[in-house]
């Protein structure tokens, strides 16, 4: 099956399981009303730091096991392990449990769109979210770009949420965010 009726397949599979594009869809570039003493909070929240690479972090940690097992099945643990610097917006197992399972089957099930899906979530360089007041375009590994910002309580990656607290790793950062981020397929 060619990447073109992948892709027609998955959006067909999304728009009958009632998804439609949203989930693809990046938030308003616009700047919102943030409350100034959250984005200083957000902001000045120190990283945690662990002494290993990206792919150490995750594996430390339990709410990531569904985003290990991906990664490792799309044969990406050891670009995550290079050098980078990377930034990876790592979706929790509660947002893999978020996407329905023929669509999440249907991701799982071909290399090609797991990669494509799962490095939409890097992004090349050190990025903190939590500097941008207004919704930043940032370029991701895919080829395609998220939109990254502050929210006051937190960080945003298109419309996931996260904690302003990110991962400081060896080669790059990692932010856990609450819904898995599909690329626009065309």
């Known amino acids: ?25 990046p938030v308003s570039a616009q700047a919102s009303s943030i409350p100034l003493q959250g984005l200083v909070k957000c902001a000045t929240t120190q990283l945690v730091e662990v002494n290993g690479t ?15 097992s991906l990664v490792t099945a799309a044969g990406l643990a050891d670009a995550l392990a290079g050098p980078g610097p990377l930034t990876v917006y790592a979706p929790t197992n509660d947002a893999f449990g978020k996407v329905p399972a023929p669509l999440l089957g249907l991701i799982g099930g071909d290399k090609a769109l797991l990669t494509s899906v799962l490095t939409y979530h890097v992004s090349p360089g050190n990025i903190d979210p939590r500097r941008n007041v207004s919704p930043m ?31 400081k790793t060896k080669n790059g950062t990692v932010w856990l965010i609450d819904s898995v981020l599909l690329p626009q397929f065309r």
């Open 1 to 25: 099956m060619s990447q073109r009726s992948l892709h027609t397949r998955l959006k067909l599979t999304a728009a009958a399981l009632g998804l439609g594009l949203s989930l693809a869809a």
């Open 54 to 68: 990206i792919v150490d972090a995750a594996v430390a940690t339990p709410e990531l096991s569904t985003l290990v």
């Open 137 to 167: 375009k940032v370029k991701t590994l895919n080829g395609q770009t998220v939109f990254v910002g502050a929210t006051g309580s937190g960080v945003q990656v298109n419309q996931s949420l996260g904690a302003c607290k990110g991962v």
